[in-house]
């Protein structure tokens, strides 16, 4: 090496000459990786002809994965297998009968816009270094405002929408008790948070991550529809001023304290549409979901446009953002994050929106909505199918009542054989990879299926063959 290296200049046996980086090796390494991608995974992503899934048990995997990591490299050949492999026993949630989660799949232009921050690998907190991103998130997080409904308003993108949800929470006990900040919990009397009994797990975690205790959350009974009883509320805020104790001055502030983060919270997770969360303080909004931005693509928006988010979260580092530089140091917004380095998530959802338009993005959410409708109807028409209950949404539950049960009299033995024939289905699909659909129980209830209608690639076809699938796995149950 030294022999090949003219006037190498060595630091500790190193030699610092030139680059230590085979950058066309690299280059040829991802091209034909690139070629993988494209003929693997997006080219097949619509072809229901593919498996959605080539199940293998973990210990399997492992073996067919070579997972250890070597002390010396291994060539390129073995890595472009790797790379094969991995995509072929990943899940294809791209594939239209995909109906595990709602997210679901493939938007080619958020994808492009993908790979291009992957290339770039840029980080989103000052403008100097990421001048673009910037703007592209500002313009996006404005839009998202705007058909909020309401005429001003800040925000930030984040890791997905349990962030949102510690961030808004943290934020509401910041605007009534900002000294949080500095002195922390000591100082603080008792807080309570109100919250739906139907609200996302992240609520919890939010109250154990904060500080304040999941003995601290008081849930609220929801209806049939898993709607807030408000009178429920009401109930449970009379309880809360029962069991906090103290003096009158902090009995209000802990009033105040607890009204403000029930009210702060509004966990906005749907498409565009005619509803607008005008009243609420903050909302949490996931392009990632319906509108299929890519995981992971999340917003927290707030009302409040007087700096709130940079005064709660702001740490002033000097080696980032310095206030003499030569440019507007309003654009470097990233100390109103929790986060140092953070994804340029906005410039997906900026390029898709560029793309499609708002008509193109709505059409798309119509379109789901009308084949959750379409399922709906068909699984009235059809033997052994039961709804929960009408979705009022793209989600739909149902139970799949195979032929030895149809007889079989209403009571507790029917429903424990009923709630053991979901994860039966659940397995046969897998195994087989012709679809992949979630199950659960809930608040009493057996384990049910609930499908899921999100990808633009799902046709009614694709509903058809659904319900044909339960009917075929469960043939001998």
Not at 10 to 17: A, C, H, P, W
Not at 250 to 278: A, M, T, W
Not at 417 to 432: C, D, S
Not at 435 to 447: E, F, I, S, T
Request: glycine share 6%; hydrophobic share 40%.
């Amino acid at each position: 090496m030294l022999q090949k290296k003219k006037n190498a200049v060595l630091v500790d046996g190193v030699i610092l000459n030139g680059p230590i980086m085979d950058s066309k090796a690299g280059e040829k390494f991802v091209e034909e990786a690139c070629k993988i991608i494209m003929e693997e995974v997006i080219q097949k992503a619509d072809d229901v002809t593919e498996k959605v899934c080539e199940w293998q048990a973990p210990e399997t995997l492992k073996q067919i994965l070579d997972l250890e990591m070597r002390d010396t490299g291994e060539s390129h050949q073995k890595l472009l297998q790797l790379c094969r492999d991995v995509i072929q026993y990943s899940v294809k949630t791209s594939h239209p009968r995909f109906f595990n989660q709602l997210y679901a799949g493939i938007d080619y232009y958020s994808l492009v816009a993908r790979f291009i921050t992957e290339a770039l690998n840029p980080s989103v907190y000052t403008y100097e270094v990421s001048p673009v991103f910037l703007l592209v998130e500002e313009a996006v997080i404005k839009k998202m405002i705007e058909f909020i409904g309401w005429e001003e308003g800040d925000g930030i993108f984040n890791p997905g929408g349990s962030v949102s949800n510690m961030y808004a929470m943290n934020l509401a006990r910041y605007k009534f008790c900002p000294e949080i900040k500095e002195k922390g919990l000591s100082g603080l009397p008792r807080l309570v948070l109100f919250t739906s009994e139907e609200c996302h797990y992240s609520m919890k975690k939010a109250a154990s991550f904060l500080g304040i205790g999941t003995e601290n959350v008081y849930f609220i009974k929801t209806d049939e529809r898993g709607k807030m009883i408000p009178e429920e509320l009401e109930k449970q805020v009379q309880r809360a001023r029962k069991e906090v104790r103290g003096g009158e001055h902090e009995g209000e502030r802990r009033r105040s304290v607890c009204r403000l983060i029930h009210d702060y919270r509004c966990n906005f997770q749907l498409p565009f549409s005619i509803y607008k969360f005008c009243r609420a303080d903050s909302v949490a909004w996931n392009p990632h979901k319906m509108l299929l931005a890519g995981i992971q693509c999340c917003a927290l928006l707030v009302k409040d446009n007087s700096g709130l988010l940079k005064k709660c979260y702001s740490a002033k580092a000097a080696y980032l953002f310095q206030q003499d530089k030569f440019y507007d140091v309003s654009y470097d917004t990233g100390d109103k994050s929790i986060q140092c380095s953070r994804r340029p998530d906005a410039f997906k959802f900026w390029l898709m929106w560029k793309a499609l338009g708002t008509t193109g993005l709505e059409e798309r959410v119509n379109r789901a909505l009308a084949l959750a409708r379409y399922l709906v109807e068909e699984i009235k028409k059809r033997e052994g199918f039961q709804l929960l209950l009408e979705p009022e949404y793209a989600n739909v539950c149902f139970w799949y009542i195979p032929p030895s049960l149809r007889r079989m009299e209403d009571g507790p033995e029917f429903w424990q054989k009923l709630h053991q024939v979901a994860p039966i289905i659940k397995e046969r699909m897998m195994k087989k990879g012709s679809m992949m659909l979630g199950y659960q129980p809930h608040q009493g209830k057996v384990n049910f299926f609930r499908q899921v209608v999100i990808s633009p690639h799902v046709s009614r076809e694709d509903m058809d063959f659904l319900l044909d699938e339960i009917e075929l796995l469960a043939k001998d149950l």
